[in-house]
């Protein structure tokens, strides 16, 4: 009976959401059993479930959290760093959650929250926010009195080698004026 309630279950889920394919005594007794596996608080996986438990913790944590800097870039490949903690952006003014996951909160401006954001499957049914190359390039110009220089010039190099087109990475800079300009001259040397 046990291996059948499993089964009905989703990979990840909240206690609330278990409760449609199962009673409490059944998710009460998986539990015991180890069959299931508390994430977070309120939110659990099948033990067999592999995958990225940080990211789903996020995700279930803050709908609008987006992969942004560091962990964006390093997503990309365009960087060659491995973060020690996710770098996450929320709009400014939206809850930050507490989490087990190592975080670094962004808060970004609601009006360019969105430009760039992209949405990444993470596996579980469950997505969370990117942001694209080009955002994450703008973003790391604008922020380098915070995040470091190197980390700007490697990401615009690799970028610029796969293709990229300086263009686009104006255009959308356009939106962020802090960083147009500093870009423009990150390409004057670079080009």
């Known amino acids: 009976m046990n291996s059948r309630a499993v089964d009905a ?3 990840t889920f909240r206690f609330s959401e278990a409760l449609r394919y199962i009673n409490e005594r059944q998710f009460r007794l998986l539990l015991g059993e180890g069959q299931i596996i508390p994430l977070s608080r309120g939110l659990y996986h099948k033990a067999d479930w592999i995958g990225d438990t940080d990211l789903i913790e996020i995700s279930a944590r803050s709908p609008q959290a987006t992969l942004a800097l560091r962990s964006a870039l390093a997503r990309h490949d365009l960087i060659d760093d491995i973060p020690d903690a996710l770098d996450i952006a ?13 975080v670094r909160w962004h808060h970004f401006a609601e009006s360019t929250f969105d430009i760039g954001r992209d949405t990444l499957d993470i596996g579980a049914g469950r997505s969370i926010g990117i942001y694209s190359p080009e955002r ?24 610029l080698k796969r293709g990229g087109q300086p263009s686009e990475l104006i255009r959308m800079a356009r939106d962020f004026p802090h960083a147009e300009r500093a870009l423009r001259t990150l390409l004057s040397i670079l080009l």
């Open 90 to 102: 929320i709009p400014r003014g939206a809850w930050t959650p507490i989490l087990s996951a190592p």
């Open 136 to 159: 994450s390039i703008i973003d790391a110009i604008r922020l380098r009195h915070t995040e470091g220089e190197d980390m700007q010039v490697e990401a615009l190099k690799t970028w």
């Open 9 to 11: 279950l989703p990979e």
